[in-house]
């Protein structure tokens, strides 16, 4: 499965965007698709996922209220709607695919996307 990210930019904070992660392949739909992050000097941490069907998704405590996840299976695409961004949600965002929607170490991982919020 091959993975496009995209939606990033600069925001202030406070603000809102949505990243986009477009998803090809015979058995793109079969993937669970998460996002990770990864801040200036930080190490990586995952964001959010969602099960191939949408039927579950997970959310790291940092995010939950302030960011939602859901998949377009029709258009192959999972969208991560973050508003009420904060400085220290700075960082490239990476799409991911795997099997596990809960996986530490997904198998698939598209190119970043920068997100950037100024104070």
């Known amino acids: 499965v091959q993975l496009q990210a995209s939606g990033g930019g600069l925001v202030q904070a406070g603000g809102s965007l949505r990243l986009s992660c477009a998803a090809s392949?015979?058995?793109?739909?079969?993937?669970?698709i998460g996002w990770f992050r990864q801040g200036p000097g930080k190490e990586r941490e995952f964001v959010a996922s969602i099960t191939w069907n949408g039927g579950l998704t997970y959310l790291a405590d940092f995010v939950r209220g302030r960011f939602t996840i859901s998949r377009d299976n029709a258009k192959n695409t999972v969208y991560l709607q973050m508003n009420s961004l904060k400085p220290e949600d700075t960082a490239v965002y990476y799409c991911?695919?795997?099997?596990?929607?809960?996986?530490?170490?997904?198998?698939?991982w598209g190119q970043g996307t920068q997100v950037t919020v100024s104070s």
């Open positions: 392949g015979r058995t793109a739909s079969n993937y669970a």
């Open positions: 991911t695919a795997d099997l596990d929607a809960r996986s530490d170490s997904p198998r698939h």
